[in-house]
């Protein structure tokens, strides 16, 4: 079982960056892949970002490729997600997720595979 807390959020002018942080309990959590997600009002709720148990690989959604950036500390349970050149489309609630089939070797940018999600964090981009 797999307890997720997101934080980080806030409100930035356009071009700006955030830090968003999300900090897992459990004693595997080193075992499972992690995704962001993110959902605006009014619409689906969308993936961002993933990477694998490792840290090995990693997957952007192309509308945050080149500005977003997904990292993991297995030691301190934490994922981060460095998001930098902001824009009013980013503006959403962000969520982190736990997908939890052990060590897969892929990334899942569909919702239904992950088991365990946060409460989200409010992003908010100002033009």
């Known amino acids: 079982q797999v307890q997720l807390v997101e934080s980080g959020g806030g409100l930035v002018q356009a071009g700006g960056s955030l830090r968003l942080s999300c900090a897992a309990s459990g004693r595997t959590f080193n075992r499972y892949a992690m995704g962001w997600f993110r959902q605006a009002p009014g619409q689906e709720r969308e993936f961002v970002s993933g990477?694998?148990?490792?840290?090995?690989?990693?997957q952007y959604a192309d509308s945050v490729k080149g500005r977003f950036a997904i990292s993991r500390d297995n030691n301190k349970n934490t994922v981060s997600l460095q998001m930098n050149s902001l824009k009013p489309e980013d503006t959403a609630v962000y969520y982190c997720?736990?997908?939890?089939?052990?060590?897969?070797?892929?990334?899942?940018?569909?919702?239904?595979?992950?088991?365990?999600w946060g409460q989200g964090t409010q992003v908010t981009v100002s033009s």
């Open positions: 990477i694998t148990w490792s840290g090995g690989r990693t």
């Open positions: 997720a736990a997908d939890l089939r052990p060590l897969l070797q892929t990334v899942s940018p569909n919702s239904g595979e992950y088991d365990y």
